[in-house]
């Protein structure tokens, strides 16, 4: 019984590729001449068949080289493979395409598709975003290239779509440090540091506010961790964040949490105060102590 089953699964398996291979396709790929494979590409092309169509035009490009079919081989050869949504293939066939008939009037299209064929292989915001860079660069090239194109509008979005994203990419880099912040000193600053860079970099994001009072609360943290030498210096900053936060957002929801901040950083700069002080005067002490007793001369 088994081996009857296998049979019938190698007999299936035949009548496939006996009826795979007598298929018009295949046909044409193995004795259509360049005319045929051409007429057929389009043709597979205009019927949305874009794997039939890429493997006709694949086949054509390099013989077509120097005739008036090439250009337009070419073009439609990597919609192919953006259809296919294979986008940094197509990204790739498309400059190629804009590169080499630069003077073709469907140039202006290709360095467009190029750009947007990127943009489409960019990743979610928690991963790496060096092809969102590659994307928005791509796009702000095109606008600088074409600035009446049709395209333009549509391309100004894209950009502030992957501007949204490396925002909240930095943004979530920001809090994350914040969040490790007391595991390890370190990330204190670095989440003060990370901070201030989206802050210049993002000046009018919905999250600033929120990251305004984190950079109060990750530097009044880095006070209290830090050496007693450094703890003064470090609070003060702290209250200049503070004052920086409460100019630009007076009725903010983490108000109570950042004037407790403020205040208790005035209470131990005053204590750091006090202790200086003492220290002062112990030290004014000690000198006096170490003097030698003044010999007053007999009369």
């Known amino acids: 019984m088994q081996n009857r089953h296998i049979g019938k ?13 007598c298929s018009p396709f295949s046909k044409l790929q193995k004795s259509g001449n360049d005319d045929q494979k051409y007429k057929g590409a389009i043709q597979y092309y205009k019927k949305g068949d874009w794997y039939r169509a890429g493997l006709l035009f694949e086949e054509l490009i390099p013989v077509l080289k120097g005739s008036t079919e090439s250009e337009m081989a070419h073009f439609y050869y990597a919609y192919t493979q953006y259809q296919q949504q294979q986008y940094l293939l197509s990204a790739t066939l498309f400059k190629k395409f804009y590169e080499t008939f630069a003077r073709s009037d469907y140039a202006q299209e290709a360095m467009y598709m190029y750009a947007y064929s990127l943009y489409r292989d960019t990743p979610a915001f928690n991963l790496d975003q060096s092809n969102t860079l590659t994307a928005t660069s791509a796009l702000q090239d095109f606008i600088n290239a074409y600035p009446d194109s049709k395209y333009k509008e549509e391309s100004t979005k894209l950009i502030l779509t992957l501007r949204e994203k490396l925002e909240r990419k930095a943004y979530e880099k920001a809090k994350l440090y914040f969040k490790t912040s007391g595991f390890n000193i370190a990330s ?11 802050q210049k970099e993002f000046p009018d994001s919905e999250y600033n506010e929120e990251l305004a009072f984190l950079k109060v609360d990750a ?20 209250i200049s964040y503070h004052q920086a936060f409460v100019d630009k957002y007076p009725n903010s929801q983490f108000l109570k949490q950042a004037e407790k901040m403020f205040e ?28 030698p007793a003044k010999v007053t001369a007999a009369n």
Request: aromatic share 8%; glycine share 2%; proline share 0%.
């Open 9 to 21: 699964i190698l007999l299936g398996i035949w009548v496939v590729f006996l009826l795979g291979s």
């Open 188 to 198: 204190y600053k670095s989440s003060v540091i990370a901070i201030n860079n989206f």
């Open 219 to 238: 530097e009044f943290s880095l006070a209290q961790n830090s050496l007693e030498t450094k703890q003064k210096e470090r609070y003060l900053e702290a």
């Open 264 to 291: 208790t950083s005035h209470k131990e700069i005053d204590r750091l105060d006090k202790l200086e002080q003492e220290r002062e005067k112990e030290k004014e002490r000690l000198k006096d102590a170490s003097r």
